[in-house]
């Protein structure tokens, strides 16, 4: 049985449009919904697991990599919101080289990782290591550039960056919760929080073929401006280590569809022909052994 619902046919060829690039695709299906048993490998939250504030006030004096292992095994507990369950879809047009239309769909979180309840939860930055093992243990994936550029593009709520000064604090946990603060005022002014698609708020921990030609570095795009430009270009600049209040984990799906056929993501990242329509740098070989080597990275 499929894990994604379908509607039906279109009765004529479709357009996708994304910061005024207008694609064809004829697609004999649109997305619908993502299936609830693509999050089957997230752990039920806790009862008596503590809020996002509560575990921010434990960590207030500790970041990077200690930081970190604290925020994973909270996370692989179950301790995040439930809305972080439902999954967004996300398609992306193009062409392939032969001229046949295509359409990928992903399915995303549709927020950043956070860890609480949903009335109390703290959006949390990691490092690569820690992103690319929660990610594994999930069987998700991080986003790549074009995929962060069509969530922004299709969000249902739309959060304008809000930098906060740079300092030597941009990485402690007091900036993150007072970041944190500052976008959950934005978004509650914009719609109802929760599983609604949002993006703008935070730059994205992605997939890139830099991570293989320069190891140890983290990838980091997005910030998207509303007018649709990214803030921060695609950069490895940072040690994988790396995280400050701006930066956020956004998880997609392995599983994903091209023109509603299911398709494992990790092998359209590394298809000749479809690999152009996720990534602006041709196909991420081998997504499997990246993401492992990368997982190795956060301590144990």
């Given at each position: ?251 997609v799906s392995r599983i994903a ?27 991420i070989n081998d997504v499997d ?12």
């Amino acid at each position: 049985m499929s894990r994604f619902r379908i509607a039906g046919p279109l009765a004529r060829a479709a357009l996708l449009t994304v910061f005024g690039l207008t694609f064809p695709f004829n697609a004999t299906a649109t997305a619908k919904a993502c299936d609830a048993s693509l999050v089957e490998s997230i752990p039920k939250r806790e009862v008596r697991a503590p809020s996002g504030s509560a575990v921010m006030e434990r960590l207030t004096k500790k970041g990077g990599t200690a930081r970190d292992q604290e925020v994973v095994r909270h996370v692989l507990s179950g301790n995040v919101p439930s809305f972080l369950r439902q999954l967004s879809p996300v398609s992306i047009a193009g062409t392939l080289a032969s001229g046949q239309p295509v359409l990928v769909t992903i399915c995303v979180m549709p927020e950043y990782l956070a860890v609480g309840d949903d009335r109390d939860f703290v959006r949390v930055p990691m490092g690569l290591g820690a992103a690319a093992r929660i990610a594994e243990a999930f069987d998700f994936l991080l986003p790549t550039p074009r995929m962060v550029d069509a969530i922004y593009a299709q969000a249902r709520i739309r959060v304008a960056p809000s930098p906060m000064k740079p300092t030597s604090q941009m990485s402690s946990t007091a900036y993150l919760v007072t970041h944190n603060d500052t976008v959950d005022r934005q978004v509650s002014q914009l719609g109802k929080p929760g599983a609604a698609l949002t993006a703008g708020h935070k730059k994205d921990l992605v997939l890139s073929n830099r991570l293989i030609s320069k190891p140890g570095r983290v990838a980091i795009y997005g910030w998207h401006r509303p007018n649709g430009k990214p803030i921060q270009p695609l950069s490895t600049v940072h040690g994988a280590e790396y995280a400050d209040y701006s930066h956020g984990v956004r998880l997609v799906s392995r599983i994903a569809y091209v023109n509603g056929e299911e398709r494992p993501l990790q092998d359209i990242l590394g298809d000749k022909a479809l690999a152009s329509v996720l990534t602006g740098e041709g196909p991420i070989n081998d997504v499997d052994r990246l993401l492992r080597g990368l997982s190795r990275l956060a301590s144990n």
